[in-house]
């Protein structure tokens, strides 16, 4: 199968080394972003959410309206829309832009920014509600007759959309708590992880694909990572010290902007585990960012030549991870410049897959 690459969008520039002034939307860095990501052969853009963002479904329509090829991976946290709605919501973007729409399920592992919209559930709560809710999602999209449900969260009676996908909108589900893999396991078609060190991607594909067994399933995976890709590695090391510099100059300003305590999620403290044993693993994933930052999101990256780095991303595929997720320290100009490792990185799957074809 061909590797997908997701990208990142945004509504002004943001991050470790970048920010910009003005208001939070501004339609033409969104428009330029989201070309770049077109330009440079991406598959999709994920849009964020937290409790301060803007409007996610109205992000994502002017992103696919905009492009003509490049979807969307619309994340959603369940608990403030009714799953109905979300349903018709989903599939209402989807009608205008078909085959273009993903939803990514994110939970929520900060109870302080899930307060601030009014969720005063716990984490293993929120899991629960997340599994009725996507029993509920699922069944709205596939019923051509009225349905029933009766969960711990949600009670419909005859429900129906008018509006439904003419194919299966897919559902990535991120987390890394032993709650979100039994939930995971039973409702994601790709299952997206921070990037870890290989060994650690294997023992979470591993967890992921029992969880998904007893339900007949068999999901994707996804691994998110940071490439710092210079012309040699030298200058790569060299742009990744600036990086680090920068971050650290900013983490106060970071933390106060996004508002974010990833103390609770267990991706963070996978990741601050791995970073503790030391800044460098595998051949070149680098940890030193997420330390600075406390592991707040995705945050660890691939250091070196554009080929050594497509090279540790193919060392992903070749654990099953079929989607990378990568995305820049300088969002926009990084974006433009991935394209090259997109290349590379299909051009080597290619290259093998014709080989296999030849040694059959």
């Not at 470790?16 to 077109?38: C, F, K, M, N, W």
């Not at 967890?207 to 339900?215: I, K, M």
């Amino acid at each position: 199968m061909p590797v997908e690459f997701i990208g990142i969008a945004a509504t002004k520039a943001f991050g470790e080394i970048e920010t910009s002034p003005g208001p939070t939307v501004q339609p033409d860095y969104l428009r330029a972003i989201a070309l770049a990501h077109e330009e440079s052969g991406f598959d999709r853009v994920l849009v964020a959410h937290s409790s301060a963002s803007p409007d996610g479904f109205v992000v994502a329509d002017q992103i696919l309206t905009h492009t003509t090829r490049l979807g969307v991976l619309l994340a959603h946290r369940p608990g403030f829309v009714s799953p109905t709605l979300a349903a018709r919501k989903f599939a209402t973007l989807d009608a205008f832009h078909p085959g273009r729409v993903a939803l990514h399920v994110i939970t929520g592992g900060d109870d302080a920014d899930q307060a601030r919209d009014g969720d005063l559930s716990d984490k293993q709560t929120r899991y629960r509600r997340t599994d009725d809710f996507l029993q509920v999602v699922r069944k709205t999209w596939e019923s051509a007759e009225p349905f029933d449900h009766t969960g711990e969260f949600y009670t419909v009676r005859g429900a129906l959309s008018g509006v439904r996908p003419e194919k299966p909108i897919p559902v990535y589900f991120g987390g890394a708590s032993d709650d979100a893999v039994r939930v995971g396991g039973r409702h994601a078609d790709v299952y997206a992880f921070w990037g870890e060190p290989l060994a650690g991607i294997a023992e979470r594909i591993r967890q992921v694909r029992a969880a998904a067994e007893p339900y007949g399933r068999s999901p994707g995976f996804s691994v998110s990572l940071r490439p710092i890709p210079a012309e040699t590695e030298a200058a790569a090391w060299e742009r990744a010290a600036d990086i680090l510099r920068l971050t650290r100059e900013r983490v106060g300003e970071l933390r106060r902007e996004f508002n974010l305590d990833s103390s609770a999620q267990e991706g963070s403290r996978r990741l601050l585990g791995y970073a503790a044993q030391g800044d460098v693993h595998d051949k070149r994933l680098w940890t030193a960012v997420a330390k600075a930052t406390g592991a707040a999101g995705n945050s660890t990256a691939l250091v070196g030549s554009y080929e050594q780095v497509a090279e540790s991303l193919l060392d992903y595929t070749a654990l099953g991870v079929g989607t990378l997720l990568i995305r820049g320290f300088d969002a926009l100009a990084d974006a433009r410049d991935y394209g090259r490792l997109v290349t590379l990185v299909r051009e080597q799957t290619d290259r093998g897959a014709l080989a296999g074809v030849a040694g059959a």
